[in-house]
């Protein structure tokens, strides 16, 4: 089911948290909204969850072209994982996950060996067969958010919404997760929308990345078009390591160059036209690739990635003069 | 002590608090229960089992019991509120929730008596419904809640303001309403601060004794309490007696709480 | 705003229980309060100057000063020390030790004074020899003092261990690798950051100590003039029907109780963390 967002505004007293958003999620994808702390992207999910009100007569969020805006989140059929998991201690796995099932009015409230039947079945679902009568503080954080996937995912719900999904666990069960939750996701086909501040995490698992910065929507696309084609100084920031050189001919708008995009020749193959010239300040080729620390004859500093290979090719070392070529760069005027 | 310590003072420290510890709570307390050991069993027995002293013991242990009991569905409706709602008075609402602790139990005794006797504020209008407020049972009772019920709202408020909001999110997402969001997911969280408020307002009242003397009229029998029966015996000169009421009420509130204690490690294991 | 937030009330029921809450405090709390000042200046302000200028007054109001001026540096001492010692070190024992601290909660008032009547009176295992060498201590200074820390006792320390706790020992270890000794870690690194709960405890501490009724009488004597605390006068005064004098000695303590309450506030406000506790 699409989700759609149009002309969202949220001001929490004078600040301005939302500034008219507008987005759509297409069915079954995997959506994410990557941006920095302060960015908007938690109120924006809360929004589309129901946690959080839009300002009134700012705009709508639609589920497959049905209004929901005034539909309490209890009812809007959401799936929503919290950052911490909100998981009720007081309560077994399997009562967290049948939660929503139980709380339903006894007209539509399965009968309880439907319900025991659904927990089983979700426990399966997450891999956590077994492990129904354990209570959350008996499992590892990654468990955890498992159960929580599941209590989400108990009441069918049209869309799931995941805030920050790895960020309380450790590097190594958030890689594994990672990889899960998207083969997870492309079994159920779920539209899932969700926060993450890592941008990796975005460029990874998503189909669609949706780039906030300051309350506003910076860009959305694929992972590699907005890698590769990013529309704003901010986004070529906030996507990975990126040099920012001025020149002469508009000292305003900086030339973005990613380190990777950093060609190094001989300083005597040097063409005037497109290079710069340059000193290897610093030069670090401890594992597969080499960095390299450059300073332009103006003193600025410039970063730039080879492979062993191209390092060995040109034999550099600290003080030796090079070449610079610029390429993909990228200029915002 | 033989192991080298990083923060200095552990000798002195602990030399004081044991030193003070024994001088006054200690020895004293030893001296009370030898005291009372000097007689038998026999006598122990009739002095616990005579009429006035079961009267007394059923009147402070039971009225102690409905105090805690009242104070804590009080001061839970209290805390919520403090917690969670803003409305103007709220800071001088959440200030005064201490007087019961910071005014002297005589005065609360005295000044409860007059509302509570039946020409007073709120006596009047109990004897108009034919209650008796002040000289009774019921003015026990009162008189136990007023003390016991801050303890209540002051264990429970720091909890429900840590409990943050995810929980109660989580809950309505997944279609609970907020009847059922406090049943299923609030409550359970608080049981244990409402089990320690409980408990606190509960031993506070088995001892009270300046703020029940002056309500309770204080006749044998009726509505005489435990302490007021010791120091009655005091003024008799009866040293045994005296000391075999105080240490049987001492013992069997410490088996009380410690019956509570139990009830709260078995919860708190439970929603670790 | 249209949509209401998934953690709040409906605005009748919110209403309801703000208006329950006001009505319970105010029933249970602010009418008492209110009525001991109504009850103390029903015969004027002069019957009320006069109850509390009056010898047995005075001399009441004396000796609970003294009374309180004695206990509360005597437990404020104990209090940090056992704060000291249960937050900063582990040993064997430390959780008898901490349950130890707590008993005078749990023991009436009343009992804390029988314990020493039993200690000290006449027929007490010291009053023999107290008596042939003419020292007096029930019905006496010393007896309230002696009761007035018991019950008093875990004031302080109660309020520090948590906080101390809270706090860890790091800045201590800190102090102690750049050379401090004993006393300096203490007054440079621990007060400063205990200040406000220490104040606060010994706010708690005075007022229980200055309002303590049950384990005073029984080790006072209400010897009137002599051994009567305020407390004692004001239930002196209620049995002998000066229902005016007594109320007006009362609001005296009532005071005491809003100047604590006040002060404890202040501390809260200051200290930018709430002090909760007994």
């Given amino acids: 089911m699409s989700i759609s967002i149009q002309s969202i505004h949220k001001t929490f007293g004078s600040y301005t948290a939302l500034d008219n958003i507008s987005l759509e999620v297409p069915d079954g994808s995997l959506t994410a909204l990557l941006g920095p702390s302060g960015s908007g992207k938690t109120t924006l999910l809360r929004i589309v969850a129901g946690l959080e009100f839009a300002d009134p007569g700012s705009g709508h969020v639609q589920f497959h072209g049905e209004d929901v805006t005034d539909i309490p989140a209890g009812q809007r059929g959401v799936g929503f994982v919290f950052q911490h998991y909100a998981l009720f201690k007081h309560m077994t796995v399997a009562e967290n996950i049948a939660f929503g099932l139980t709380v339903l009015p006894s007209s539509k409230r399965p009968a309880k060996k439907d319900i025991d039947d659904r927990v089983n079945e979700l426990l399966g679902l997450v891999k956590l067969d077994g492990l129904g009568k354990r209570r959350p503080h008996e499992l590892s954080g990654g468990q955890r958010q498992r159960v929580a996937l599941a209590r989400a995912l108990a009441i069918r719900p049209k869309v799931l919404l995941l805030d920050e999904p790895f960020g309380a666990l450790d590097a190594q069960v958030r890689k594994d997760l990672r990889r899960w939750l998207r083969i997870f996701h492309d079994e159920i086909g779920l539209t899932t929308l969700f926060v993450t501040h890592d941008q990796e995490e975005a460029l990874e698992l998503a189909d669609q990345v949706v780039v906030m910065a300051n309350s506003r929507i910076e860009q959305v696309g694929p992972p590699q078009q907005v890698y590769d084609h990013p529309e704003t100084p901010f986004v070529i920031r906030f996507l990975g390591n990126v040099n920012a050189i001025k020149d002469s001919r508009n000292p305003e708008a900086p030339i973005f160059v990613r380190p990777h995009d950093v060609g190094i020749l001989f300083a005597a193959e040097a063409d005037p036209a497109t290079d710069r010239l340059a000193r290897v300040q610093h030069l670090f080729a401890a594992g597969p690739v080499a960095k390299l620390s450059l300073r332009l004859e103006d003193g600025q500093f410039l970063d730039a990635e080879l492979s062993r290979q191209q390092l060995d090719e040109l034999g550099l070392d600290v003080g030796d003069p090079v070449a610079v070529r610029m390429q993909g760069a990228s200029r915002f005027e | 002590m033989g192991k080298k310590r990083v923060i200095p003072g552990f000798g002195l420290s602990f030399g004081i608090t044991v030193f003070w510890l024994g001088i006054i709570i200690l020895i004293p307390l030893s001296a009370l229960f030898i005291k009372a050991a000097g007689l038998g069993p026999a006598e122990w027995w009739k002095i616990l089992t005579s009429a006035r002293v079961l009267a007394a013991a059923k009147l402070t242990f039971g009225a102690s019991a409905a105090a805690a009991a009242v104070s804590t569905v009080l001061g839970l409706l209290v805390a919520w509120v403090l917690v969670r709602y803003q409305f103007p008075g709220r800071r001088i609402l959440d200030a005064i929730v201490d007087l019961p602790f910071a005014l002297p139990t005589a005065v609360a005794g005295i000044t409860l008596t007059s509302i509570y006797a039946p020409t007073g504020w709120i006596g009047k209008y109990l004897a108009d419904m034919g209650i008796q407020g002040a000289y009774s049972p019921f003015g026990v009772f009162i008189a136990l809640t007023f003390i016991g019920f801050p303890f209540v709202v002051r264990t429970v408020q720091p909890v429900m303001e840590d409990m943050g909001l995810e929980l109660e999110e989580a809950s309505a997402i997944l279609g609970a309403g907020r009847w059922t969001t406090f049943r299923r997911v609030i409550f359970p969280v608080l049981i244990p601060a409402l089990i320690t408020g409980f408990t606190l307002a509960f031993a506070r009242a088995i001892g009270e004794y300046g703020s029940v003397i002056f309500i309770s009229g204080n006749l044998p029998m009726k509505t005489e309490i435990l302490p007021l029966l010791i120091v009655a015996q005091l003024e008799q000169v009866k040293y045994e007696a005296a000391a075999v009421i105080a240490s049987g009420m001492l013992l069997v509130s410490f088996f009380l709480l410690f019956l509570i204690n139990l009830l709260q490690r078995r919860l708190n294991w439970q929603t670790r | ?278």
């Fill in chain 3, 1 to 278: 705003m249209a949509n209401r937030s998934v953690t709040t009330e409906s605005a009748l029921v919110r209403w309801l229980l703000i208006g329950l809450a006001i009505v319970i405090l105010t029933l249970f709390l602010l009418l008492p309060l209110a009525a001991v000042f109504i009850e103390a200046f029903r015969r004027g302000s002069e019957v009320f100057i006069k109850a509390l200028t009056e010898d047995a007054a005075l001399s009441a109001i004396k000796l609970t000063l003294l009374a309180a001026g004695i206990s509360v540096p005597l437990n404020t001492a104990f209090g940090l020390a056992a704060a000291w010692l249960i937050t900063k070190f582990r040993f064997k024992g430390r959780s008898f030790l901490l349950s130890l601290i707590d008993l005078p909660f749990a023991v009436s008032p009343v009992i804390a004074g029988l314990v020493f009547v039993l200690l000290f009176g006449a027929r007490g295992w010291f009053g023999p020899w107290l008596k042939a060498n003419d020292i007096q201590i029930i019905f006496a200074l010393p007896g309230i003092i002696l009761a007035t820390v018991f019950v008093t006792f875990p004031f302080v320390a109660r309020e520090l261990i948590p906080l101390m706790e809270s706090q860890g020992s790091d800045q201590e270890e800190a102090a102690v690798t750049l050379g401090a000794r004993g006393w300096q870690v203490f007054r440079h690194v621990t007060l400063p950051n205990i200040k406000w709960g220490l104040l606060y405890g010994i706010l708690l501490c005075n007022a229980r100590a200055m309002g303590e009724f049950g384990a005073v009488s029984v080790v006072s004597g209400h010897i009137r003039g002599k051994t009567n605390t305020l407390p004692l006068h004001v239930e002196v005064l209620y049995n002998e029907y000066q229902f005016s004098a007594a109320f007006a000695c009362a609001a005296l303590l009532a005071l005491l109780a809003l100047l604590t309450l006040g002060l404890k506030s202040l501390v809260e406000h200051l200290s930018g963390h709430s002090a909760k506790g007994h």
